[in-house]
């Protein structure tokens, strides 16, 4: 069955730390992933998806296979960063798996 | 285009009353999802349609649970009779014929 395990609930991190944020997925075939931010009482909107091989707002993930993870990285984090982080995968046609979600903190 | 619109943005209800959420979804987007958001399980897909059909209900909780999407433009999610423990955020969500799903703001939802 189609699964994404986000491990960590909070991760806390000092500004202008590295952050990874973890992701790992169970899936039959080749995944599309995806990873959707939240910020605080706001709605959930689209960071980055793999195919696109973008960095947005500084963030990148890369799809490892052989792990089955797609993990989240930004080299420095900021604070305005702190935010809830979810991992999405397609399930079937059109129907989206999420995450747990990780809480993100960034400290001053 | 205003994105998702969802009302009420906030309700606070009595256990045992119906509480009803709406949602208007992107014009154009095919697919309307409804997701639940709590702290223990994050974010949880209870039901979506394509084309104003459901097609895959198997995430709502149990029958105190009802969706429609009598047109397009246009869905509502029921909760009769509602419980302290479906307190929650509860977000529409649309996506046209592709992978990128577009959430509205959410409707806070607290039973006491």
């Known amino acids: 069955a189609q699964r994404v395990t986000q491990p960590e609930k909070l991760l806390s991190v000092f500004k202008g730390a590295p952050v990874e944020l973890k992701c790992n997925y169970s899936y039959s075939g080749s995944p599309e992933l995806f990873w959707y931010v939240q910020y605080s009482r706001q709605r959930l909107q689209l960071l980055l998806r793999h195919i696109s091989r973008e960095s947005i707002k500084g963030f990148t993930a890369d799809l490892n296979k052989g792990e089955t993870s797609f993990h989240l990285k930004k080299p420095f984090a900021q604070e305005e960063d702190s935010a809830m982080y979810y991992c999405a995968l397609p399930s079937g046609t059109y129907k989206y798996i999420f995450g747990t979600g990780t809480r993100l903190k960034v400290l001053a | 285009d205003a994105g998702v619109i969802q009302s009420p943005r906030h309700e606070v209800t009595e256990m045992g009353q119906e509480v009803t959420l709406r949602c208007k979804p992107i014009s154009g987007h095919d697919y309307l999802f409804w997701y639940r958001q709590t702290m223990m399980r994050g974010l949880e897909l209870l039901i979506y349609?394509?084309?104003?059909?459901?097609?895959?209900d198997s995430g709502m909780p149990e029958d105190r649970f009802s969706a429609k999407m009598p047109n397009a433009s246009f869905s509502t999610l029921k909760i009769q009779p509602s419980e302290p423990r479906d307190s929650a955020v509860y977000f529409c969500a649309s996506s046209p014929r592709g992978n990128t799903i577009y959430f509205g703001e959410g409707s806070w939802l607290t039973v006491v």
């Open positions: 349609f394509n084309n104003n059909v459901p097609i895959d």
